[in-house]
């Protein structure tokens, strides 16, 4: 996963200045290491599906989802709604994983996302 540097910078009012002009300060050394620690969830898209409501009503305990790729496909690593590494499944020990094989450029946006996570959105508000 890429890691974006630490915040160097923060504007604050210069005391004693009068003009009420800001001025850049270093940023506290402590706000790096605080930011390290929180807890962001990442979703992996494995593959898409069309299907009508009819067949969508139909689906149950057992019932098979075919997507639009193969095993072998890449899978898409998200956060916050945006694409930020490519990788491959695996299997650890029993459990399914993500081996990351390539990190996304930071201009990169998920545009392609956009109906799937409009339709996450509506799926949360009816829960």
Do not use: F, H
């Amino acid at each position: 996963m890429s890691q974006q540097g630490p915040i160097t910078e923060i504007t604050s009012p210069v005391e004693g200045s009068g003009t009420g002009m800001a001025a850049k300060q270093p940023a506290a050394s402590t706000t790096a290491p605080l930011l390290m620690g929180v807890k962001l969830p990442i979703r992996v898209l494995v593959g898409r599906a069309q299907l009508p409501l009819r067949d969508i009503v139909r689906l149950g305990n057992g019932s098979v989802v075919e997507l639009d790729c193969s095993p072998d496909d890449p899978v898409e690593i998200i956060v916050n709604d945006r694409v930020i590494a490519r990788g491959e499944i695996v299997v650890v020990s029993g459990n399914y994983g993500v081996r990351i094989t390539k990190i996304e450029s930071q201009g990169r946006a998920a545009s392609s996302l956009q109906p799937v996570n409009d339709l996450m959105a509506l799926s949360e508000r009816l829960k």
